[in-house]
């Protein structure tokens, strides 16, 4: 016999309608404030607001560690790893207006693995449970700092005519793509992806996201060709469908780590969305990728 539902059970679910208007007013809010700094030229501001996204991004990972209590000691390194590597990218980047060199990744790698085992020596060993945290938290240091690094090499990149259209190009394609998916996958969704990891995934979904994808950088492209260089109609037009596949990839590994950890999601700051790892989740995956084939083209 099913479950009784109680009425406060009924009433606090939102509808799908309710879902989508409170991820379109979030989604709004935030492409607000990153139009005016686009249009007025702020690198300076993209970057902060970058590094702010980017600390908040490793303070809900290792929010969601955390419930191993052994963990807690861990965490406040990565935090300081995450807010020190932040700060160089501005104290480095604003003045010269070039990418962020290289070594305060390999810096960030190495002052992590060092930190984490020097916190390691003052604790009793747990066996498998201090490799857990010891692995956690190295996996928390590239996942939240150095894939989300990659947004502000975007941005400085020396290859592209306007950095900041290369940041707007990745973040209209991979947002375009998510709300493409939610939609169709809405409206229209029946055969189910990965069930087990996101049972909302639908190919119906998938292929809303492609689509979608294209119309983003068809936009984009009409709109500001030539500062799009070095893509071409044609790059791009490759490029769409690749963004639109990473960034399911993204949004589906977060939502491996949230089924481990047993969460819907990773934090309650944007409503309709949930945390900044949600909101950043897809972009993680898109960045790199983006980034990367800029340089091959380049």
């Excluded at 702020?42 to 560690?65: H, P």
């Excluded at 020190?84 to 693995?113: K, Q, T």
Aim: proline share 5%; net charge neutral.
């Amino acid at each position: 016999m099913p479950d009784a539902v109680t009425p406060a059970q009924t009433t606090s679910t939102p509808s799908k309608g309710q879902v989508f208007l409170s991820r379109l007013s979030s989604t709004l809010g935030l492409w607000a404030v990153i139009t005016v700094a686009l249009w007025l030229k702020l690198d300076w501001l993209l970057l902060a607001m970058m590094g702010l996204v980017g600390v908040l991004g490793t303070w809900e990972y290792v929010r969601l560690q955390n419930a191993d209590g052994g963990s807690q000691i861990y965490s406040k390194w990565s935090l300081l790893v995450s807010v020190f590597y932040w700060s160089a990218v501005l104290f480095i980047c604003v003045p010269s207006g070039s990418e962020p060199p290289w070594w305060l990744d390999a810096a960030v790698l190495v002052c992590g693995v060092q930190g984490i085992f020097i916190i390691t020596f003052s604790r009793p060993l747990e066996g498998e449970q201090t490799l857990r945290r010891i692995f956690g938290q190295l996996f928390g240091l590239v996942y939240t700092i150095l894939l989300w690094g990659f947004m502000a090499r975007l941005l400085l990149m020396d290859e592209a005519a306007s950095g900041r259209h290369m940041v707007l190009l990745v973040i209209l394609v991979t947002k375009f793509g998510d709300m493409g998916a939610y939609i169709l996958g809405s409206l229209f969704g029946k055969h189910k992806m990965i069930p087990h990891i996101s049972p909302g995934k639908t190919w119906e979904g998938f292929a809303g996201a492609i689509l979608s994808a294209y119309l983003g950088t068809i936009i984009l492209l009409l709109l500001a060709p030539d500062s799009l260089l070095p893509l071409s109609w044609g790059s791009a037009m490759i490029l769409a469908p690749m963004l639109a596949i990473w960034g399911v990839m993204g949004d589906l590994a977060e939502s491996v780590l949230k089924r481990c950890h047993q969460i819907k999601d990773s934090g309650h700051k944007l409503p309709g969305i949930g945390g900044i790892l949600d909101l950043t989740d897809s972009l993680l995956f898109t960045a790199p990728l983006a980034y990367f084939y800029l340089k091959v083209i380049a």
